[in-house]
């Protein structure tokens, strides 16, 4: 651990203490403090958050979170609390932490996410190549390619590009670096919480676009006072390399799908995000739990699109049966499957899930029919491996052509989501 200066709440409280950097959290020991009555609340209770400030002048590192929660503590000849945070701004400028004691607005966001380098062309290099000879040529002012937004507090986006030449040993050995970055611009100021609403929601257009799942690994705060701080958190440390980007399911230039993105959805707001959760980073595991996952998607899907067609909320059944008749031939996987009674074994299946749980006595469930008993079906779950890929397949596709109005190649999309049937 590095020994450090702690400041709580204020600049008036100074501590001795040590912190820890693990890989997706700051933790943080401090001497001879002891800390509020009201830290000491029972399990089950709300989490109590302090305002803790770290100052490192010997590795030249200061830090700060408004999210730091107790862990523990000890009392003796060593007494100390300790303190853990996932969420914490940091700089390596000492001039700038004391800007950490004031209200920090924020009116600018930049992003470093690997997918963005197989996205579009760095305009910091250009590289030419011929017969004879391959050229780089560093460009020392680029252009940028600005997304005019102006919805939801995003003045506009600008998508920029780094480059780096290092040369060693007299130009004998020479490292060229280049990254792909985007900059948000926001209308109004915002404050340290809120900034990871916005991280999310870019990370999440981005991934919709690629469906890779990879977050941004290095994020920059830009204050209207004009300082630069490192946003640090534990799902920010995690996906700095990309491989190539194998599938693109989505037939539109990748400009024209941000901007597409930022003026359709919210995600910031949970009204709207509930219909953009599989462009998330949930993972449901078991086959049931997909299953319900991406049933409640088509029940929210279907639902809005029936009601504005016949002018009344459908019932589960219905949007059910809409979502299989418009997905026929996939659903059709056998000649002898019975359409009729496969909507009754998935909508009964959904029914026990959600009221009764996944546990299925002797491994069977009722089907049913207006609250009428049909017959027991046996789960065999090679047909629900296939239901639930079926369901994935058709969810992602609603929310690109129905919601996006989006072009797709069907192919690559089953391809990327693994949902072949």
């Known amino acids: 651990m590095n020994k450090c200066s702690v400041y709580v709440s204020n600049m008036e409280s100074k501590y001795e203490g040590q912190y820890d950097l693990r890989e997706g959290y700051l933790e943080v020991m401090i001497f001879d403090y002891y800390g509020d009555i009201d830290e000491y609340t029972p399990i089950g209770s709300e989490v109590s958050y302090k305002n803790i400030y770290i100052a490192d002048l010997l590795n030249r590192k200061f830090m700060f979170s408004s999210r730091f929660h107790r862990v523990c503590g000890k009392n003796g000849l060593t007494q100390y609390q300790k303190y853990k945070t996932d969420f914490y701004l940091a700089t390596k400028k000492e001039n700038d932490f004391e800007a950490f004691f004031h209200d920090i607005n924020i009116n600018g966001v930049i992003l470093y996410n690997s997918v963005l380098n197989n996205l579009y062309n760095n305009p910091s290099i250009v590289i030419s190549e011929n017969e004879k000879e391959i050229v780089y040529r560093q460009i020392l002012n680029p252009d940028k390619k600005i997304i005019e937004i102006n919805k939801n507090n995003i003045d506009c986006i600008e998508f920029l590009g780094t480059c780096n030449s290092i040369s060693k040993n007299d130009n004998r050995n020479i490292t060229i670096e280049s990254e792909n970055k985007a900059k948000i611009k926001l209308n109004q100021p915002i404050k340290c919480e809120e900034v990871l609403k916005y991280i999310n929601e870019f990370d999440v257009i981005m991934n919709s676009y690629c469906l890779l799942g990879i977050h941004s690994y290095t994020t920059y705060i830009i204050t209207t006072d004009n300082k630069c701080f ?3 958190h534990k799902l920010l440390c995690k996906d700095k390399y990309c491989e190539k980007v194998l599938y693109q399911p989505v037939k539109v230039d990748f400009f024209v799908y941000v901007e597409k993105m930022y003026k359709t959805l919210d995600y910031r707001t949970t009204a709207n995000r509930n219909k953009y959760v599989p462009f998330g980073f949930i993972s449901p595991t078991t086959l049931e739990e997909q299953f319900v996952f991406y049933f409640r998607c088509i029940d929210l899907y279907m639902g809005e699109y029936l009601e504005k067609e016949t002018g009344k909320y459908p019932s589960n059944y219905d949007r059910l049966s809409t979502f299989v008749d418009e997905n026929i031939d996939l659903f059709r996987y056998d000649e002898e499957v019975n359409i009729e009674n496969l909507k009754k074994e998935l909508n009964s299946l959904r029914n026990q899930y959600i009221h009764e749980g996944y546990y299925l006595c002797n491994n069977k469930f009722s ?55």
């Open 230 to 232: 490192d946003v640090k």
């Open 367 to 421: 089907v049913t029919e207006k609250k009428r008993k049909l017959y027991d079906k046996e789960l065999d779950y090679i047909w629900l491996l296939k239901m639930v890929k079926i369901f994935k397949y058709g969810v992602y596709k609603m929310l690109y052509t129905k919601i996006l109005t989006c072009e797709i190649d069907e192919a690559q999309l089953k391809n990327v989501l693994k949902c072949w049937v």
